[in-house]
């Protein structure tokens, strides 16, 4: 890019001493070349709510889909990635579960030429594991307490008697 102009003081750099020479220094010319990538790119932030719900139960391979979606104030679309790829992984919009655990999802947007990046954004997700189910312990009835007691009793006193 060449840019020009003119000039009214006389201490401009260009000759020895930073003098630059024209007439009396009023209105004397300049041309500049500038190089190097040039753009003028406004910042951008990405917003992205907790997730709705919170936490999901834990099943190997299931699928949910990340909501609410992240939105950038660019208008731009977000893209999403995974913090913890042992725990969870992510496509497009939809999360894929790997193992019990916090899942975080980081909501990304790269830019363009009109927009720089957006810092990234994190939210996470608890995949729960299911509890381990509980094997009742059978019970006696008071009845049935008292005929193994007898019984018992019986066994015993015929073992003395032997």
């Not at 750099?13 to 630059?20: D, E, I, K, L, V």
């Not at 990635?81 to 019990?100: E, H, K, L, Q």
């Not at 990304?108 to 954004?121: E, F, I, Y």
């Amino acid at each position: 890019m060449v840019v020009g102009g003119d000039t009214s003081p006389t201490n401009l750099p260009g000759t020895p001493g930073g003098a630059q020479p024209g007439s009396d220094g009023s209105g004397d010319g300049f041309v500049a070349r500038l190089s190097g990538d040039l753009k003028a790119a406004s910042a951008q932030t990405i917003s992205f709510p907790a997730q709705n719900p919170a936490s999901h139960p834990f099943v190997a391979g299931g699928t949910f889909p990340i909501n609410p979606l992240a939105t950038a104030s660019s208008g731009l679309p977000v893209h999403y990635g995974s913090a913890a790829p042992d725990i969870c992984s992510v496509s497009g919009s939809t999360v894929t579960m790997v193992a019990a655990g916090t899942c975080t999802l980081v909501a990304s947007q790269a830019g363009n030429a009109n927009w720089l990046p957006a810092p990234h954004v994190s939210q996470s997700v608890v995949l729960a594991a299911a509890a381990a189910p509980v094997t009742p312990v059978p019970t006696l009835s008071q009845w049935m307490l008292l005929a193994l007691s007898g019984l018992l009793g019986l066994l015993a006193w015929r073992r003395r008697a032997a």
